[in-house]
């Protein structure tokens, strides 16, 4: 195991004394105690909750070694000094460490060096200050089950004591973060319509929204609570038969496009001001809801902060069961639906007791503080919230969030699908999540005929057969209103995620430069993924540390402390490491020049090679139905059925390890023997290499905790596969031919003519390996994203018109941060 923590707060003695006194580990016993042995022997005692009387205790300190040869209280009725070695010997064993299996007995410093634990350095017999010292660090250290020791002892019930504490002592923070002192067994749930100001079915009146809440009792006695709204169109289930019928064919050709002279001005969205129907009549008022709800499809990173003194809001939006409306994938309207449950927890907005009554409640409960958390599609319209400027939202935490809906579903004048879904589309998607239709007399007798012909419209606005950018996808660009954001940003992505990949968020990253806001951003080698409960890192405690800043405004340096930048290694599991910035604009790049089967610095000859895009049908059908499969067979160095349908070019062996960071130009010259034609691309890491599997081992013996008789995550971990593997994809990038300009610029193809293409690859953040070789594979179709059509092109590339730009880092790994 190696520990990278983040969010530990350093702290002197004063402060150390202070906050053990505020979470009762340092009392008049401690502090009368003659020998620090005494004060050591008491704080055990403290932490052993479930232990009763001097008996059982004395019998669970013989459970663990102080030497090699000595059990713990044998150790300290003897009265032997507390050292550095001692200390940190029991340590490992209560943080869940074995001894043999994961240290060496005889040297647990090494061990903690090792797995890169935090230790108090003082040599010698320790002093009881020192031994204080040390057990307040030993509480801010992670486990061998990936949470802090303090974690673990209040998953053991450490802070049920706690529970009956008055409102006004609580929450109760620790080392800048929020401590679970709120009974998770007397939750209040509770359910609030919020009218929103959309009228997305045209109806004529405005839409509501169904809003679950869930929050601690102690706001019935005047505590007020900041909220975790997730936004999750998913949330109120999903029509997956529908969205299945909804599916668009894939297996079409590629055809010509007519040209024209568009400029982005020509199908840009502009704001509509649209006359919404007046707000209901308030018929009363109240404190209370009427209607709850028994489990919700929570998120378990909300679910850990319901234990600390948050509230978990969520809600679905328009379109969905219980709600009006329907669903838009995206636009305008779902953005301003989802703000307006914001607006309402800031108390800004009515909310009504149920459907029918017009019995207005306000969320009397909040601080008026929000976040907004989530993945995917609920990161998505976080950001798309935050781009609004909405009053309230401190901070939004969005994973693996779209940016600009085009680059989801379209890329470079093609469509190209989310990785894992071809033939989804936004209109598909819409139909997936107007869970209203799970309401048969709702959907079938008011909204079915409304929502079909929007469905049409959508197909006909979003432009599938052209895949060029439009106004359609214009209004779903959340980036043309960055500059609009005034809450922090906190982002978290996957490097291999080819759902929403990874240009989403850099195009966040760049855009949020210029915008007076604090930015930061977590980058991972997992797909489409949550990373809360990863051992190696201390995720859950830097979004305690982050939100416990943003939304109940304590000072405990949390834009100070965290690094800007963190970024997962691609070679060496469980290790992290930070860094100044991602993807600088002026990074430094190295220009590779395309050579028969090389990539070289030294400038190619004129020559023209090509390659073909048809397929035989047998093995063509094979690869449609085993994307997997092509995958393999793309970018394989030995002859097979694609050998023909692509051309590789590689760098010579790397002297040394290189970082690439940030996106890969690739410019070309290149002709189709038709008058239409797409270039596909992918940079790969080529070297007989143990990878990392493509998905987060879980550990099933392992759950983290998320509080007392509370629920619970499972533990995970990236690791090596058994096997290594010849290669790995690192980037990919794609383009109509007839968009070389831009996206909505549709420019004449000659057939059999040279055109300079120019490409960025997605962004990347990857270290290549000393002595592996670093190559492009180019091609056409690309089975898990592009059409298909199985057409007689052939694709020719005049090499002494194509390099490759690779921005490397000059300066070599920074150390993980402790």
Not at 262 to 275: F, G, V
Not at 287 to 312: H, P, Q, V, W
């Amino acid at each position: 195991m190696k520990n990278n923590q983040f969010a530990r707060k350093t702290a002197d003695h004063q402060t150390v004394i202070e906050e053990l006194q505020r979470i009762h580990f340092l009392d008049d016993q401690i502090n009368h105690a003659q020998t620090p042995a005494a004060a050591y022997r008491s704080l055990l005692k403290k932490a052993f909750v479930k232990v009763r009387g001097e008996h059982e205790f004395d019998t669970k300190l013989r459970n663990y070694l102080a030497t090699p040869t000595a059990d713990l209280k044998d150790y300290l009725d003897v009265g032997e000094p507390i050292t550095a070695d001692i200390f940190y010997l029991v340590a490992l064993q209560l943080c869940g460490f074995l001894p043999e299996d994961d240290f060496s007995l005889a040297e647990p410093l090494a061990a903690m060096k090792k797995m890169q634990l935090p230790m108090l350095a003082a040599s010698g017999a320790w002093t009881k200050e020192q031994v204080l010292d040390a057990w307040y660090l030993l509480l801010n250290t992670h486990t061998k089950d990936g949470q802090t020791f303090l974690d673990l002892l209040t998953n053991q019930g450490y802070f049920v004591p706690f529970y009956n504490q008055s409102a006004q002592q609580k929450p109760l923070f620790f080392n800048g973060k929020s401590q679970a002192v709120f009974d998770t067994a007397k939750l209040i749930r509770e359910v609030v319509y919020v009218e929103s100001s959309v009228d997305s079915d045209g109806d004529g009146k405005r839409d509501l929204l169904k809003v679950q809440i869930i929050r601690p009792a102690d706001t019935e006695d005047g505590l007020k609570v900041p909220a975790l709204f997730t936004a999750s169109p998913y949330n109120q289930d999903t029509n997956d038969e529908a969205g299945e019928k909804a599916m668009h064919n894939v297996n079409v050709p590629l055809t010509e496009k007519q040209p024209n002279n568009l400029s982005y001005e020509d199908i840009a969205y502009h704001d509509e001001k649209l006359e919404l129907p007046v707000p209901r009549p308030v018929n009363g008022e109240t404190k209370y809801a009427t209607e709850t709800f028994s489990r919700e499809y929570s998120y378990t990173l909300n679910d850990y902060f319901l234990a600390r003194g948050f509230a978990a809001v969520y809600s679905a939006g328009i379109g969905t069961l219980d709600s009006d409306g329907i669903q838009t994938c995206g636009d305008p309207q779902q953005t301003e639906a989802t703000i307006d449950v914001i607006e309402w927890l800031n108390g800004k907005r009515r909310a009504f007791t149920n459907r029918t009554d017009n019995i207005a409640i306000t969320a009397w409960w909040c601080n008026g503080s929000v976040a907004m958390t989530g993945r995917s599609y609920l990161g998505t319209l976080a950001t798309a919230a935050a781009t609004t400027g909405v009053e309230g939202l401190k901070t939004i935490i969005s994973e693996a969030a779209i940016s600009s809906w085009y680059g989801y579903y379209r890329e470079g004048g093609l469509m190209i699908a989310p990785d894992g879904f071809p033939g989804e589309d936004a209109d598909v998607l819409a139909i997936e999540t107007m869970s209203r239709m799970k309401a048969a007399a709702d959907y079938h007798l008011h909204i079915k005929d409304y929502f079909d012909a929007q469905m049409e419209k959508m197909a006909r606005d979003m432009e599938r057969e052209s895949g060029n950018y439009n106004t359609f996808w214009d209004a779903r660009n959340y980036l043309k209103k960055v500059k609009n954001i005034k809450c922090d940003v906190l982002m978290i992505h996957g490097l291999n995620d080819w759902n929403v990949k990874p240009g989403q968020v850099e195009q966040l990253w760049q855009a949020l430069r210029d915008v007076p806001v604090t930015k930061k951003i977590i980058l991972h080698q997992g797909q489409h993924i949550y990373i809360n409960a990863f051992r190696s890192l201390d995720y859950t405690d830097m979004i305690n540390l982050w939100i416990s800043h943003e939304l109940y405004g304590i000072q405990n340096g949390a834009k100070e402390l965290l690094p800007n930048v963190i970024v997962q290694d691609n070679v060496t599991p469980e290790t992290w490491t930070a860094y100044q910035d991602w993807a600088e604009p002026s990074a430094t790049r190295e220009t590779y020049h395309f050579a028969e089967g090389r990539l070289t610095t030294a400038t190619a000859d004129h020559e023209v090679v090509s390659f073909k895009d048809s397929l035989p049908k047998d093995i063509f059908n094979r690869y449609a139905a085993h994307h997997d499969q092509w995958a393999q067979d793309l970018l394989a160095d030995e002859p097979n059925a694609l050998s023909a349908n692509c051309l590789l070019f590689k760098t010579n062996p790397v002297d040394d390890d290189k970082i690439i960071d940030g996106r890969v130009h690739v410019h070309v010259q290149a002709a189709s023997n038709h008058s239409f034609g797409m270039l596909s691309f992918q940079l790969v890491d080529y070297g007989k290499a143990k990878r990392f599997n493509v998905s987060p081992t879980p550990n099933s013996m392992r759950k983290i905790d998320l509080g007392y008789r509370w629920r619970e995550d499972q533990l995970r971990e990236f690791t090596l596969a058994k096997f290594p593997t010849p290669f790995k994809m690192i980037s990919k990038g794609h383009i109509n031919l007839q968009n070389r300009e831009n996206a909505w610029k549709v420019d004449e193809l000659k057939p059999n003519q040279f055109y300079e293409i120019d490409v960025d690859l997605q962004p990347t953040f990857h270290r290549l390996v000393a002595g592996h070789q670093l190559g492009l594979v180019v091609y056409a179709t690309d089975f898990g994203m592009t059409v298909r059509g199985n057409q007689d092109l052939r694709y020719s590339l005049e090499l002494g018109g194509c390099h490759l730009d690779v921005p490397f880092r000059l300066e070599n790994l920074a150390s993980p941060s402790l």
